[in-house]
């Protein structure tokens, strides 16, 4: 198994266990940990798939699915054990990011040559699983949390792309890649990274403007 | 017309039935009923087909759009008549949600040989449509009620790909399954069956933990 | 340049400023303005190439994500200026659903031959971006908005089908189209105009239904 490969089922193993997460801070059922594991887990790839138009991953190769399966029983037994389950969530959520962030440029950048492309797949396979996640399980997204997220992926996706064009070998720039975004990331989460935001006033309801 | 044909132009009504409701439900102008029909009857196949890289089904033959908007402009003129549109829409849905999963695990094996993808293809194409239908409705969504509901779709697609396994012929196994997975859907709407649910604490708000 | 390719580069440039302008709403920083921006400008043209199977156009010509990219820093340091970024954000819809509900009709007629699939993907193209933006900033949608929104979208494409069929040639189909769907979206917007919605009473909660 390749370094590519494992960043894969990584990827998709630990946002299988963020989906379960959330659906046991949602108290549902068994079935429903399986529904949102295995969403959130091939979520983004299913997506980075369609939108490059290659073969959907799972569907060549189920065993995606069944590692989600897996997890997602596997945190129906054990979340209970975690002191804060968001919080494991979030960090959880981190490793993804920067896997998928990897392996979204990587095969953006294999499809169309075009570093911009590379780029922009690996910000949105990243981020995709977890906006689904938050969709359906109705939680507050983790886009709009005031810590740095989306600009980890970019650094990520940017990383790779950019030791990819400097011919640096695949596994090298992979690594390096995958533990900039979590650098990014879990700085984030750990210190409460965040840049100047907009510094204008909110958006007013729309039924307040005149 | 084959008994599959039948079943996939029966889910597309149905649920188109169920998104005309819901325009209802937030009075919108006739516009939005045909717009949310038609979301809501062919979302769940187009999904479906896209996954598996096949052409959308309604863009070949868009008779499925012409059915849509004819149940769509039926609801507009009735559904006053109705005493409670929202348990109308959720037995509706439980039908759609039926022919759905037998529609897509046929889809998904035939497209993949695997049973795994015919399966969750099954549990896909039958909760999509309802999942559409409350995100663009503003409706509190299906899957995270208390009874059962995923869990019809994945009795239905495992009973015909269970049946498909064993040499029964299409039309008894779709027939089975689609009976297999609205008793078990309507079971749960009738008598409340639900399972245990994860029975650890609630999750707190994001911002309550420290 | 062709008049089709202006009116989809001039698509691409005023959603990705509608959805940056929601980012200041909700004061990301700015690579949210970024985010926004990108997936509100090429959110709906995907949505389209996808569903008629054709290559995603951006992944072959990554010069609309840089439109993306530019327009969103300009409105980050612009938005402030405005007095109601709200209204702003609406008139900017306005002209790109406009522009995509040509762009997506004749896509639609291009592939398909049919007219029922060219108005269909015209309205499917031209909403689905702001039924994006507003999904993920979190924003009250559009489309459950009193005033005409999705007429404007099929206005627009019925009209481009019909001229198209009545072998008008091209940019004036596209011209007239485009003026018919900004005059009946503008209409609205300034004079408040609507159907009457649908007369019954407006749904309960589900958990207040017997």
Redesign the interface.
């Known amino acids: 198994m390749t370094l590519l490969q494992l960043l894969d089922y990584a990827g998709v193993a630990v946002f299988a266990a963020t989906g379960a997460l959330?659906?046991?801070?949602?108290?549902?059922?068994?079935?429903?940990?399986?529904?949102l594991g295995?969403i959130t887990g091939i979520g983004g790839g299913?997506f980075r798939d369609?939108?490059?138009?290659m073969?959907?991953f799972?569907?060549?190769n189920?065993a995606y699915?069944?590692v989600c399966v897996g997890i997602a029983v596997l945190v129906?037994f054990t979340?209970?054990l975690v002191e804060?389950?968001?919080?494991l969530l979030l960090w959880l959520d981190a490793v993804g990011l920067s896997a998928y962030a990897v392996m979204g440029a990587a095969k953006g950048l294999d499809?169309?040559g075009?570093p911009?492309?590379g780029i922009?797949m690996g910000?949105l396979t990243a981020?995709f699983g977890g906006?689904l996640r938050d969709?359906?399980?109705?939680?507050?997204?983790v886009?709009?949390?005031p810590e740095?997220y989306?600009?980890a992926a970019?650094t990520g996706a940017s990383a790779f792309t950019l030791l990819d064009f400097l011919h640096v070998p695949l596994s090298i720039s992979a690594l390096v890649a995958f533990a900039t975004a979590f650098l990014v990331r879990g700085g984030a989460l750990k210190f409460g990274w965040?840049?100047?935001?907009?510094?204008?006033r909110?958006?007013?309801?729309?039924e307040d403007?005149p």
């Open positions: 959330a659906a046991s801070r949602k108290q549902l059922d068994i079935i429903g940990f399986l529904f295995s299913t369609l939108i490059l138009g073969p959907v799972w569907v060549g189920p699915v069944l129906f979340a209970h804060s389950r968001y919080k499809a169309s075009s911009t492309v922009v910000v981020t906006i969709l359906l399980a109705g939680e507050p997204s886009l709009l949390r740095i989306v600009t970019l965040s840049f100047k935001t907009y510094k204008s909110p958006g007013r309801r729309p403007i």
